[in-house]
């Protein structure tokens, strides 16, 4: 029987929800005659049959296959052959192999994360902080969580072309190598930082790798049968792998040769070990996770960071802390366990797969490459890892909606796991107020005694799915339908009650249509944008129905938490007839203003882009804030979380004058946080906010640059064009980039405004004024980063802490799933 278990393990770039068993499966190719440690199961002969079958192909000589499951070994068996040449030898279960790659888990990254639960260093810290001369050639902004998730932007390997040999040497050639794309652009898999990882644990620890790793991580758990630079009374037992290059069968010797030219100890490979000692680990691992007793070396807590995404908000590639998730490199986990475990292959033919829905571990580790090469067992260690799960009957605890419950970690945008798109039938909150008759209004006239004097605050996107105004539903429908409820008063936001103007000067009017007066709640000064005490005492309830633009700095947002202020003073009700966020509501990106810094773009310390519909952040403000007004929220319709406004079905209105389709929304949040720098964003153009120029900028100057970049999701066109009156720049011709934005759900629009600033500060450092965009990035820490010229990734990274305060505080606050 499972043993059951009450927790939730929050998975970068995926949040698994509670959990009641876990999975882990190791399997172990070698030589040998096959034998079992402890008789397998009726249901694990598919195993038997696909390992014949590999060894009938000869794609190994051999493996050891342990499976795991409920806090025990449920199958141990080795098949074929641990020795081909120079001569013939049985695989037996105690065989030892070369681990390979699976040393970067095994022991570098455990290493590490014991090192950073003392406190010795911080995930985002540079690499240079502590190995000053990793900074050469371009690598000073490089951080550890981005070696430890392969997005440092290095290369594969270090030269291999010249003789050399030597630990220190081997530190030297990955120190001084060039990166090839800019950090925390991009995936991909990197042996050099492995070997950086090393030498960051022997200066951190002031021991070598393999003697740290035994004194604390193998010793600890027992794994007698697991070191580097195994001994030569271990060699009767151990896997060999290949000929070297004077064709020398390696023994006992680390098959990688980079590993092998510094001696045999170094972070990406060189460490040997068992089936049974990789189980012994992943018992231990897996028993720490569930907050049971356990010998593992980590706290559950650092664990779980080291096991759940920790790569870059935009990648693709779902990382842990050493461990693979979800990536190009995940076949070993089958198409059966669900996504949401974790595991490491090694090039000499192990692998590990861990998952975290059945307290099960799957280990496979072979000898592949004895004894001339051989082709990769990635696809095989699927096929082992498909059977495993048949045979324990693993199931997904998800109703059958696993796409839609995968639904991300609090790091990551690509890990949110969502549908890209659907095709959704979403109805505004006027129209779920329609279809209750006006419930809500009829309890809020019973609360006033029966008569309900109501003002509205909405412009040209209050509309029915009828095409009704707002105004007249409640004027006339409203009225009819419920005594005593009267609207009295409209009040308009910035752009009028059209949503045309673009100016400050904005006067008060009168509708035409019902003859109620049209209160401008847009000027020049503080006062004119707040309803007044004398207004808000003639009301009993104020509605309020705008499309927002899901961005901090968009002004209807702070208007809503004036309402609600004015609201706790006089008792007037506040209803929000809630509308979807254009943008969704899973992705928060940008930095979180800082407290002191309000103002009209700012009304409360929020991130650029925080993923909440209006209806949300106004509960979000009340509570937060602690206004404490009286507030209730008429929510949407069939919006999910993950709904960009394409899958709502509903039709695109203009929320304001420049905001003209969702391509120029979508780009909002980042082009939007420089645009009081003295840029042209567009206005006063066809595509305003989809190009940027001035000047005084060289356009393919500028495009080559931002495209040297590698920033995810989007690329730069140079270009030209001529803003028309009253905007920045009428009349002359402005050079810069347009924007192709080509793949929205890993593009990060507040970190594109970074980049703009900074490359605009490089490159045209007498003309850009970078001090004007204060107002609007509102956080003091990225302004003074700017200023000093650090990398834009580095500063993004700075904002990882904020965000996730951010997002623990808003769960309360949520109306549509809560991720």
């Not at 120079?86 to 095994?106: G, H, I, Q, W």
């Not at 809020?444 to 040209?460: E, I, S, Y």
Request: aromatic residues 8%.
């Amino acid at each position: 029987m499972m043993r059951q278990k009450n927790i939730e393990v929050t998975m970068h770039k995926l949040k698994i929800l509670p959990i009641s068993h876990w999975f882990c499966l190791v399997i172990l190719c070698v030589g040998g005659s096959a034998h079992a440690q402890q008789t397998p199961a009726t249901g694990f002969r598919s195993i038997d049959r696909i390992m014949a079958h590999a060894l009938d192909a000869h794609q190994v000589p051999g493996a050891v296959i342990v499976i795991g499951h409920d806090g025990k070994i449920v199958f141990h068996k080795a098949y074929g052959e641990r020795s081909l040449e120079p001569m013939r030898a049985p695989m037996t279960e105690n065989t030892v192999f070369d681990m390979a790659s699976m040393t970067k888990v095994l022991a570098t990254s455990t290493a590490a994360m014991e090192l950073y639960q003392q406190g010795r260093f911080r995930l985002n810290d540079p690499v240079a902080k502590y190995l000053p001369e990793f900074a050469a050639n371009g690598k000073g902004d490089i951080t550890i969580r981005q070696l430890m998730t392969h997005y440092s932007g290095l290369p594969p390997d270090v030269d291999l072309t010249q003789t050399w040999s030597g630990k220190q040497k081997g530190f030297d050639l990955a120190f001084s190598v060039a990166p090839d794309r800019p950090p925390g652009t991009a995936f991909r898999y990197s042996d050099i930082n492995f070997i950086v990882m090393g030498a960051l644990i022997e200066k951190l620890s002031g021991m070598t790798l393999d003697a740290y790793t035994a004194k604390n991580i193998f010793a600890p758990l027992g794994m007698d049968h697991t070191r580097f630079l195994p001994p030569d009374s271990w060699r009767g037992n151990i896997a060999p792998t290949q000929y070297d290059e004077r064709h020398h069968m390696l023994l006992g010797v680390v098959h990688d040769p980079t590993a092998r030219r510094m001696g045999g100890v170094a972070g990406h490979a060189g460490l040997f070990s068992t089936a049974n000692d990789v189980a012994i680990y992943a018992q231990n691992l897996l028993d720490r996770l569930q907050g049971m007793p356990s010998k593992f070396p980590v706290n559950r807590l650092t664990l779980e960071k080291m096991t759940t995404p920790q790569q870059p908000a935009t990648g693709v590639a779902l990382r842990g802390l050493g461990w693979d998730i979800e990536s190009p490199f995940s076949g070993n986990r089958g198409e059966l366990f669900p996504v949401g475990g974790f595991g490491h292959t090694g090039f000499t033919g192990t692998d590990i797969w861990i998952d975290p829905w059945s307290d099960s571990y799957v280990i496979f580790l072979s000898n592949r490459v004895h004894p001339n090469g051989g082709a990769s067992t990635v696809a095989l260690e699927g096929k082992i890892a498909n059977a495993a799960a048949e045979a324990l009957h693993i199931q997904v605890p998800d109703t059958g909606k696993k796409i839609s419950r995968l639904t991300g970690y609090n790091e990551s945008l690509a890990g949110m796991r969502r549908w890209p798109s659907r095709n959704g039938k979403v109805e505004n909150g006027i129209d779920v107020l329609e279809e209750e008759n006006f419930a809500t209004l009829a309890a809020l006239a019973n609360k006033h005694g029966g008569k309900l004097r109501v003002g509205l605050l909405t412009n040209q996107t209050g509309f029915d799915r009828e095409g009704r105004r707002t105004i007249d539903v409640l004027a006339k429908e409203a009225s009819a339908r419920v005594p005593g409820v009267t609207l009295t008063t409209i009040f308009s936001p910035e752009h009028g009650i059209h949503g045309a103007l673009d100016t400050t000067d904005i006067s008060s009017s009168t509708d035409s249509a019902t003859g109620l007066p049209v209160v401008s709640l847009y000027g020049a000064t503080d006062a004119q944008r707040r309803p007044t005490a004398a207004q808000m005492q003639k009301l009993d309830a104020v509605v309020i129905d705008l499309q927002d633009a899901g961005v901090r700095f968009y002004t209807y947002e702070t208007l809503t938490g004036y309402f609600l202020q004015a609201a706790a003073h006089s008792g007037t009700d506040i209803v929000v007839l809630d509308r979807p966020d254009p943008l969704n509501g899973s992705f928060v990106q940008g930095p979180v203003s800082d407290p002191g810094l309000e103002s009209y773009s700012d009304f409360m310390p929020l991130p650029v882009r925080h993923g909440m519909t209006l209806g949300e952040l106004a509960r979000y403000f009340n509570g937060e804030d602690r206004i404490g007004a009286p507030l209730t929220v008429v929510p949407v319709k069939g919006w999910q979380r993950g709904d960009w406004y394409d899958s709502t079905a509903l039709l695109w209105i203009n929320p304001s004058p420049n905001l003209r389709n969702l391509e120029e929304a979508t780009l909002y949040p980042g082009v939007g946080m420089i645009e009081t720098s003295n840029i042209s964003v567009g206005r006063g153009t066809d595509t305003p906010f989809q190009w940027i120029g001035a000047p005084w900028i060289d356009a393919t100057q500028l495009a080559a640059a931002l495209n040297h970049r590698f920033i995810p999701g989007i690329r730069f066109v140079p270009t030209q064009f001529t803003p028309m009156a009253p905007y920045p720049y009428k009349g002359q011709v402005c050079q810069g980039v347009q924007f192709v934005i080509t793949n929205r759900n890993v593009f990060d629009a507040p970190e594109l405004g970074l980049e703009l600033a900074s490359m605009l500060q490089k490159l045209y450092p007498s003309q850009f004024h970078l001090d004007a965009i204060h107002s609007l990035v509102a956080n003091r820490a990225t302004m003074n980063a700017l200023d000093k010229n650090e990398d834009p990734q580095s500063i993004a990274e700075a904002w990882r802490e904020g965000i996730a305060q951010f997002k623990q505080r808003r769960k309360a606050y949520l109306l549509y799933g809560k991720p």
